[in-house]
């Protein structure tokens, strides 16, 4: 399953994730072959792009969970886009806490893992898209790490809020990526200015919720002091942030994986506390059974035990000879290691027109 952009869809392409409405209301189901007119419509969504099945891909069923969290995901939207509307035109935000109460309610248990999906965005909804993922990830760590449900309601919140100077800026300007002029520079600094001081201002946000925010600009901008007390609540956004950032298609570039996120955020431990990360790798799944995989020795394989004590050293089946790497084993892990996730299970060699001319097929 691949993410393709909008510009390059294509009649003919199965979608490998369902598309939603922002009521929750199923427009297109996992599997649904796109008509032109099919196409046409996604890209009247003004989606980023769908995730589309390789043409030698079996469709997988989602089970209800799943889908259940897709949908709560695309109805959630508008209610934080309603939220982060009026606290622009400094009506308040008394209602925000509860839409942070309902994503605790539903993510905030540390019961079992769950599957993490990415959602769909546009230039338009990107960041309360974005401020939703990075919520309820942040409920999901601080259910991990056993936090009391009122710092959980302060690190949710905070996620929903952080970047509400960014849903000031023109859409004009968000679908320019990163090719801005130095005026649309200027314009995008000051709303995220703008956009803090309005969080700072609003008393109906709680006090360490703004503290939180506040952390986290500072420690993305590298100006929180060495000497500073950096609150759990700011170093679960910080986790959270980065988490959903990069592994979700973006406005300027392309997703990273889960795993290939995992390792950065281990081997940056000045920046990201491991107790944090670890909430993390506890509550979402990450490397688990049914897993494809590509191995440093170049071998593809599938995950078929989970390492609960180091999510990079899992149980894998090779494709190749059937020979199981238990990664746990140092012996075996010092020569191989997981490489990432596999990016595509079609091993068939594209031929190019001057091939096929040349060898007069």
Do not use: W
């Not at 009506?91 to 999906?117: R, W």
């Not at 949710?156 to 800026?169: P, Q, R, S, Y």
């Not at 290939?260 to 993390?280: C, P, Q, S, W």
């Amino acid at each position: 399953m691949k993410f393709i952009r909008n510009e390059e869809l294509k009649k003919g392409m199965r979608l490998g994730r369902p598309v939603y409405n922002k009521s929750g209301v199923l427009l297109y189901d996992i599997n649904t072959k796109l008509t032109r007119q099919g196409v046409n419509s996604i890209k009247n969504f003004g989606l980023l792009g769908v995730y589309i099945l390789e043409p030698t891909e079996p469709a997988q069923e989602m089970s209800e969970e799943d889908r259940e969290f897709e949908r709560f995901q695309a109805m959630s939207v508008l209610a934080l886009k309603e939220q982060l509307d009026l606290i622009i035109d400094h009506k308040g935000a008394k209602k925000v806490e509860q839409l942070s109460s309902k994503i605790i309610s539903n993510y905030g248990k540390s019961n079992h893992k769950i599957n993490f999906l990415k959602s769909l965005r546009s230039p338009e909804d990107y960041v309360y898209k974005h401020s939703l993922n990075v919520a309820i990830l942040s409920a999901i760590i601080s259910a991990q790490l056993n936090m009391s449900y009122m710092e959980q309601i302060n690190i949710v919140t905070a996620a929903l809020l952080h970047e509400i100077g960014k849903a000031m800026i023109p859409v004009e300007i968000l679908k320019k990526g990163a090719k801005l002029s130095e005026e649309d520079a200027y314009v995008v600094s000051k709303c995220e200015i703008d956009g803090n001081e309005l969080i700072q201002q609003d008393f109906d946000i709680p006090s360490l919720t703004r503290i939180m925010i506040a952390q986290n600009i500072r420690e993305i901008s590298g100006k929180n002091k060495p000497e500073a007390k950096i609150l759990d609540g700011t170093r679960v956004l910080r986790v959270a942030d980065v988490f959903d950032s990069m592994t979700s298609m973006g406005l300027t570039g392309e997703p990273y994986s889960d795993v290939a996120t995992v390792r950065y955020l281990i081997n940056h431990k000045d920046k990201f506390e491991a107790r944090m990360v670890g909430g993390l790798l506890r509550g979402i799944n990450i490397l688990n059974p049914g897993v494809c995989v590509e191995l440093t020795s170049g071998e593809r394989g599938l995950v078929i035990r989970e390492n609960q004590n180091d999510i990079l050293r899992p149980m894998v089946l090779g494709f190749h000879n059937n020979r199981i790497y238990d990664l746990e084993d140092s012996n075996i892990y010092n020569t191989i290691q997981i490489y990432d996730v596999l990016k595509s299970m079609d091993t068939r060699v594209p031929i190019g027109k001057d091939a096929i001319e040349n060898f007069g097929l």
